[in-house]
């Protein structure tokens, strides 16, 4: 027995001189091997999605979701793994909604509509009004009351297409979305429709969360999302004829608080247990489609960064968390907990990753840290570009992780090919047959090494010096 454990003990030392003895050259090729021939990411969301769907706070789903990641992440024999409770809103759709464009009397023709998330429900019978329309809240302040009291604001930005960023082009229109119904409110308006936010022309309305600002319940107003094709329609027939009306009916409610959890596993650390690094998603989706994109992918590929560092043989010296947040969709209520209990238990968390921008192909990283530690990153660059994938930039992070920033540590988000996202993002072709298998597991892959790298290195760069060989 003594000297079965003696050879053991060999084998052991042997096995991490050979694993030291490797550049990180090295590394990345055994990580990135692993992803793309040992991959379990593509599987794992093929259950989330096709076995268990949509996920809204508050759900079956959800809870569903809850249960399969954990029985997942403990099967993987990570140091931890737990659930951490958090009180999420539960907002129901209902039955499905129902529009139309009134050119005259009995003459009516349908379009695609579908409610926007946390919004009321129209009277039992629907709303019917004219309708006024809208580019951005300065039209609709210059119209004032005395035009808009008693009709339905259409709210027609599109996307700017010319725009390569396509992030950058969602974030141009999205307040129309998020506070057009508040801002509509305040000219006495009775129901909101809002464009799609979609870089695409086609048949399917985008819902997404919008707010009402905290105003009483009887002074809320229904508000949509309208297909693109639906919104060109209705902005031509309006220019024909400023009379028509708009009818629609929506059945959605808005319910009491319940109780989900975000789901945490850890690998604790060799050296540094109390350095704390996230790499997460977030588990909720809307219900439209079955969020494979939205975050789905973010899920699968932040469980798998964990076991690909089992995998490919690495031993981490800093405490390494896979982060499931609950609630990212319509209230952020997962990670604001996340970080709330970070901060009562004084952990330090050195670095955070968040994908939730899609499973498409890996570009590079965005990074929201100081000028020295953004320094270091770039030294590592070289190291990702044999992959095609160097796009470095200073900017966000995640919503999820967001939470967690202090001064000195690095918060970074994944950036992935964008310009199909909008296509599916919180559409009802979110589904698992938009993503592709091998575009996932490099996206798992790229995750893994970057955390191998901050993991190695910390984030105390030495300036100028580039350590990327040992």
């Known amino acids: 027995m003594k000297i079965l454990k003696f050879i053991l003990l060999i084998v052991t030392v042997i096995s991490t001189l050979n694993f030291n003895a490797q550049t990180d050259e090295d590394v990345l090729k055994t990580i990135y091997k692993q992803s793309l021939t040992n991959g379990k ?73 579908c409610a926007l998330g946390g919004s009321v429900a129209t009277p039992a019978l629907g709303l019917k009004a004219e309708v006024v ?94 297909s693109t094709n639906d919104a060109e329609l209705l902005s031509t027939m309006l220019k024909l004829n400023k009379n028509i009306k708009f009818y629609f009916k929506q059945n959605c409610k808005q319910l009491n608080d319940v109780q989900s959890y975000n789901v945490i596993g850890e690998i604790t650390g060799s050296e540094y247990p109390n350095e704390y690094i996230v ?34 043989g690495i031993t981490p010296k800093r405490s390494i968390r896979v982060v499931l947040f609950m609630n990212e969709e319509n209230g952020l209520r997962g990670g604001r907990k996340y970080a709330e209990v970070a901060k009562q238990k004084g952990e330090n968390h050195v670095f955070a990753l968040e994908s939730d921008s ?62 199909r996202y909008f296509d599916h993002h919180h559409a009802s072709n979110d589904t698992f047959d938009a993503v592709n298998k091998r575009e996932l597991e490099l996206g798992a892959a790229t995750m893994t090494a970057l955390v191998y790298l901050f993991d190695k290195y910390g984030v105390n760069p030495i300036a100028n010096a580039a350590p990327i060989k040992d």
Not at 72 to 99: C, I, T
Request: with cysteine; charged share 25%.
């Open 279 to 312: 790499v997460g998603g977030h588990l909720d989706s809307w219900d439209l489609g079955d969020g494979s994109h939205d975050d789905g992918a973010g899920v699968v590929q932040s469980m798998d960064v964990l076991r690909l560092l089992k995998e490919s």
């Open 358 to 419: 899609g499973g498409f192909t890996p570009r590079g990283f965005s990074f929201d840290c100081n000028d020295a530690a953004f320094n270091q990153v770039l030294s590592w660059q070289p190291l990702f570009k044999p992959y095609l994938i160097h796009y470095f930039e200073k900017g966000g992070s995640g919503a999820d992780v967001g939470p967690l920033k202090t001064e000195t540590n690095v918060l970074a988000g994944l950036r992935p090919d964008s310009q």
């Open 133 to 226: 329309e809208v580019k951005n809240f300065e039209e609709l302040n210059a119209l004032g009351a005395e035009n808009i009291e008693g009709k339905i604001v259409f709210y027609n930005r599109p996307m700017k297409a010319d725009l390569v960023n396509t992030f950058e082009a969602y974030g141009g229109c999205v307040n129309q979305r998020y506070k057009g119904a508040a801002e509509t409110i305040k000219y006495g308006a009775i129901g909101v429709i809002v464009r799609s936010m979609n870089l695409r022309m086609d048949d399917l309305p985008h819902t997404g969360s919008m707010t009402y600002d905290n105003l009483p319940v009887d002074r809320r107003i229904p508000s949509a999302a309208i």
């Open 41 to 113: 990411s593509y599987a794992w969301l093929n259950h989330l999605s096709n076995q268990i769907g949509s996920r809204l706070s508050g759900s079956l789903g959800a809870e569903r979701a809850v249960e399969y990641t954990k029985e997942e992440l403990d099967k993987l024999g990570l140091d931890k793994v737990w659930l951490q409770p958090v009180m999420v809103p539960k907002w129901v759709r209902g039955s499905k909604e129902y529009a139309y464009i009134e050119s005259e009397p009995g003459k009516t023709t349908n379009v695609n509509i």
